[in-house]
């Protein structure tokens, strides 16, 4: 079942290329670098800047969380998540594949994926092997920056995937959801 999840949940590295070489991107194909590093040993961002994948855009989880929590990376609400992504050009229609250049190229991209299942996104995927197996392989890349026209993005919080510390320590107690048990 795991198995079935995750490779519901990768694109390859071919198939990005292919439809960037065929003119997808616009609306309909978001790519998005959620390269991030925390503790800050590396400046996401900046990399972004120097290179990335042509037409990707940059995700930032450090502006896209709950900005009135004390705690790092929390969640947004539906709204905030809504106008960041609405920001980048993405709608609920849009094909969205993420990644980042971390060692595996899942860190922080996994995260987002996550984020946007949350919110009830159906077509988004990890990039696999990331940014370092896209070099890897000998695919362009860029520094050009570019913007997107605002879209209207309409997001609806599946509960269901989301556990508080109370549902957590409640389910120690009677393990009533196995490790691995969430599925989306």
């Known amino acids: 079942m795991s198995q079935q999840l995750f490779s519901r949940a990768l694109v390859s590295i071919n198939w990005l290329a292919g439809a960037l070489k065929s003119g997808q991107p616009g609306p309909a ?17 900046k990399e972004y800047v120097e290179k990335h994948i042509p037409g990707a855009l940059y995700f930032d989880i450090d502006e896209c969380k709950d900005q009135t929590s004390p705690y790092e990376m929390m ?13 980048l050009g993405i709608n609920n229609a849009s094909h969205v594949v993420v990644y980042d250049a971390d060692q595996v190229g899942t860190y922080y ?3 987002i ?8 996104h159906q ?15 000998g695919h362009p890349v860029t520094s050009k920056v570019i ?10 919080l599946n509960s269901s995937l989301v556990k508080t510390f109370e549902d957590v320590q409640r389910n120690l107690d009677s393990k009533r959801v196995p490790a691995g048990g969430l599925t989306f």
């Open 147 to 156: 913007q997107h026209q605002p879209e209207t993005y309409k997001a609806v």
């Open 109 to 111: 991209a996994a995260r």
């Open 29 to 45: 194909l978001r790519v998005l670098d959620a390269s991030f590093y925390y503790p800050p040993i590396r400046n996401g961002r």
């Open 123 to 137: 077509k988004v995927f990890v990039l696999n092997g990331g940014f370092r197996n896209w070099e890897k392989q």
């Open 75 to 87: 969640l947004p609400n539906e709204s905030a998540f809504a106008k960041y992504v609405g920001n």
């Open 113 to 120: 994926w996550w984020m946007f299942k949350v919110f009830g």
